[in-house]
Structures are given as structure tokens and as C-alpha cells.
């Protein structure tokens, strides 16, 4: 069992920058791959970015690639999510995600956390 825990988030301008974080409990981290999602009022739940066990390979949604970073450090059961040039279209919940492998579908992720907002303003 995984427990996730993000952290982060908050309100800032448009063109501003927040980094994510998202810890796991217990000594597996590392062998799960790790995702964020976002979900913005009345939307569904969607994919934005996932890494896999070791860090070596990762893939974006089209719409924040080049602006996000996901990376994560094993050593201190940690997954970040740097974003820069933040939207107005970026504000949504952000939740993080283990699955056992790189995956972009919610239904592939077993283990999630409770979400950090993320509000960006124009």
C-alpha cells in the first residue's frame, strides 16, 4: 500500500511558476510509476504528466508540454511537478498517482492522493 501526500500548491499570476510536491509513504516507492492528473471544476479528471520507476523516462499531456517538469528522487519518496508559464487554464486540482507502470488513463493508477489546488489568475 501506497499513501500519497501533496503539497504545493496555491494562487499565483499568470506567467508564475509552482512546483509540486508529492510524498509516499513506505519503502516501495520506487517501484511504482508516478503521474499527476488535474482536474478543474466540472471537468473530468485528465492526465498531465508520468515518470517512470527510475526516473529515466517520462511523458507529458500536449498541453503543458514544455512548460512542466516531472521528476521524482527515490531516495526521499518524492514526486515533483515543476510548472512554469502558468494559465488561467492550468487552475484545477492536481492530484498525484502510482501505478505499476507508465500509464495516462486514472484507471491505471491504484494508489492516489487528496489533490492540491492550484489557481492561477489573469
Known amino acids: 500500500q501506497v499513501q500519497l501526500v501533496e503539497s504545493g500548491g496555491g494562487l499565483v499570476q499568470a506567467g508564475g511558476s509552482l512546483r509540486l510536491s508529492c510524498a509516499a509513504s513506505?519503502?516501495?516507492?520506487?517501484?511504482?510509476?508516478m503521474g499527476w492528473f488535474r482536474q478543474a471544476p466540472g471537468k473530468e479528471r485528465e492526465f498531465v504528466a508520468v515518470?517512470?520507476?527510475?526516473?529515466?523516462?517520462?511523458h507529458y499531456a500536449g498541453s503543458v508540454e514544455g512548460r512542466f517538469t516531472i521528476s521524482r528522487d527515490n531516495a526521499k519518496n518524492t514526486v515533483y511537478l515543476q510548472m512554469n508559464s502558468l494559465k488561467p487554464e492550468d487552475t484545477a486540482v492536481y492530484y498525484c498517482?502510482?501505478?505499476?507502470?507508465?500509464?495516462?488513463?486514472?484507471?491505471?493508477?491504484?494508489?492516489w492522493g487528496q489533490g492540491t489546488q492550484v489557481t492561477v489568475s489573469s
Open positions: 498517482a502510482a501505478a505499476g507502470a507508465i500509464a495516462t488513463m486514472t484507471y491505471d493508477y491504484a494508489y
Open positions: 513506505g519503502r516501495t516507492f520506487s517501484r511504482y510509476a
Open positions: 515518470i517512470n520507476r527510475s526516473g529515466g523516462v517520462y
